[in-house]
């Protein structure tokens, strides 16, 4: 029966051990949580999507009337005023704009999709409808062989889950407005032999410059991102490890201060990012990723990585304030990690939240965290080939909550590892 003693000596280490027992029971309730915010509420609760819509359609002149009609100007007053069923919550915010600056709309997150309506729009539907009088008068079939079908083109960011839904209810919208106007074009057709009708359709796109792109294109730089961030582990270990060995009170007792210490450990672990940002690209080049941008893209994203690596490094100090060992500190790293990585949209856009607006953007609960204007910066310059003015947005913060993090992390660790004799 020895193993019960076993059992009991294993089971009141585990107790003693508070944090790692209190680690080991909260991460799985972080995961539930941030799954639940998710997916929780998908398809019970009424969310208006953000719609660029770029309306190029010149309009045309009815046949016999010579009224002048804009299709396109009537679907957008469609998307504007579609609601939920059972509700009066609408299912889009319409933004009219120009193609290029819904472009910019959808890379900043500020849309969740775009539909483009064509210059021709009114007037192919105007065509039809005369071909349909002619067919009337003539005792005719309408000759639709001639006119192809017009694609109203929905793009996106193909990685969130916002576009997945908003293209989905633009589909059903353009479909129901398509079958409305052809039974009204087909009604002035006398008799049964009307033949089928295909004006025009939803297409799904790509947003410019992307039309190549895969799903591990979109998803690469939240890969990349979710390794800047296990840096914080591998730093809080080390330093943990350092404090175990008596390094750093050695140091401490040479009179050198807390902030040489630490700046100078940053040195290195800098370098660590960059050279890892490098690494990443490499092996997501030989894995098939596009980028846009060619050399200086990367350059870019190496910058980049530099910034989120610092700010990692610095959680990876307030993590190891308050770990007693290093498997403590990598424990507590991967509970912080982790859901730090979802929560900043490393895998998938979460639910938008948005607190005001600053210099004409929205700022959004989640980018109060530097690696959540990492991961835009990154997107920027490696899908959408922008270069530093595009950036220049999310460097600035990056740099501002990372310098915060900074000083945070080394004022704990200073006063819970420096400061008191382990």
């Known amino acids: 029966m020895k193993f019960i003693s076993v059992a009991i000596k294993d089971f009141k280490e585990l107790i003693r051990d ?5 680690m080991i029971l909260l991460f799985p309730m972080f995961f539930m949580i941030i799954f639940g915010i998710v997916y929780g509420n998908m398809g019970q609760t009424n969310e208006t999507y953000n719609l660029a819509v770029v309306n190029l359609d010149e309009g045309a002149k009815m046949p016999l009337t010579n009224e002048e009609v804009n299709f396109g100007d009537n679907l957008t007053k469609i998307f504007r005023d579609s609601e939920y069923e059972d509700s009066d919550v609408k299912l889009f915010k ?7 600056s819904a472009n910019k709309l959808i890379q900043l997150k500020e849309a969740d999709a775009m539909i483009v309506i064509p210059k021709n729009f009114s007037q192919t539907i105007v065509d039809e409808m005369g071909d349909s009088i002619t067919a009337q008068t003539t005792g005719t079939t309408s000759p639709n062989s001639n006119n192809d079908t017009l694609k109203l083109i929905i793009s996106g960011d193909s990685s969130s889950m916002g576009f997945g839904v908003s293209q989905v209810m ?6 129901a407005y398509h079958d ?19 004006l025009f359709e939803g297409d799904v796109g790509s947003v410019s410059g992307t039309e190549s792109f895969s799903q591990f294109d979109f998803l690469a730089p939240g890969m990349m991102l979710f390794a800047i961030l296990l840096l914080a582990t591998t730093v809080a270990a080390s330093l ?19 902030f040489d210490m630490l700046f100078g450990a940053l040195i290195p672990w800098s370098i660590v990012a960059a050279i890892q940002v490098l690494i990443l690209l490499t092996v997501a080049l030989i894995m098939g990723f596009n980028w846009q941008g060619g050399l200086n893209s990367i350059v870019l994203a190496m910058f980049i990585g530099v910034i989120g690596g610092i700010g990692s490094i610095s959680l990876g100090m307030i993590i190891a304030s308050f770990a007693k060992n290093d498997t403590q500190a990598f424990n507590l790293g991967i509970m912080v990690v ?26 959004q609960i ?3 965290l530097p690696w959540t204007h990492i991961l835009n910066a990154l997107k920027s310059v490696l899908i959408y080939g922008n270069g530093l003015s595009a950036i220049t947005y ?9 310098a915060i993090l900074f000083i945070i992390g080394m004022g704990l660790f200073s006063k819970f590892r420096l400061s008191v004799e382990n």
Not at 18 to 22: A, E, I, M, T
Not at 181 to 198: C, D, M, R, T
Not at 240 to 258: H, P
Not at 340 to 350: I, K, M, N, R, Y
């Open 180 to 198: 409305n106007l052809v039974a009204n074009i087909q009604s002035q057709i006398s008799g049964s032999s009307a033949e089928p009708l295909k």
């Open 94 to 100: 319409v933004i009219n704009t120009s193609e290029s």
């Open 170 to 175: 633009l589909i059903k919208i353009i479909g």
């Open 18 to 22: 508070r944090r790692g027992l209190f």
């Open 394 to 402: 999310d460097l600035a913060w990056s740099a501002v909550l990372t």
């Open 366 to 368: 989640y980018d109060i």
């Open 240 to 258: 943990t490890r350092e404090v175990e060995k008596g390094t750093l009170a050695r140091l401490r007792i040479s009179k050198m201060r807390s």
């Open 338 to 363: 982790v859901p730090t990585s979802f929560v900043v949209g490393a895998f998938f856009q979460l639910p938008q939240v948005v607190l005001g607006e600053i210099m004409g953007r929205s700022f």
